[in-house]
């Protein structure tokens, strides 16, 4: 099954926010990196103080191994993993 950009980043968006996801992209510099993420349970601490505006194309979730958020081009993930 082949996935359009909105179904693709709603797929990635729903697993996020059951939990943590494994995602692995290619990033700006042509580097792989692998990224244990969430869109729940972040900590107090780190709660967005606004909304800030991204790219279509582009996710916003918190890294948390790094205990921070970080972002992603959709078009340079290579892998998607629910834990």
């Known amino acids: 099954m082949e996935l359009n950009d909105k179904e693709f980043r709603d ?3 729903r ?4 939990g943590n996801v494994e995602v692995q992209f290619t990033k700006k510099d042509g580097t792989e990196r692998k990224m244990l ?10 709660q967005p ?16 191994e790094k205990q921070g958020w970080r972002s992603f081009r959709l078009d340079s993930v ?3 993993v629910c834990l």
């Open 11 to 13: 797929r990635i968006v």
């Open 15 to 18: 697993d996020l926010r059951l």
């Open 78 to 80: 290579t892998s998607v």
């Open 49 to 64: 103080k606004s909304e800030t505006e991204y790219a279509e194309n582009t996710l916003r979730v918190f890294d948390v």
């Open 37 to 46: 993420c969430t869109l729940i349970n972040i900590p107090a601490e780190h």
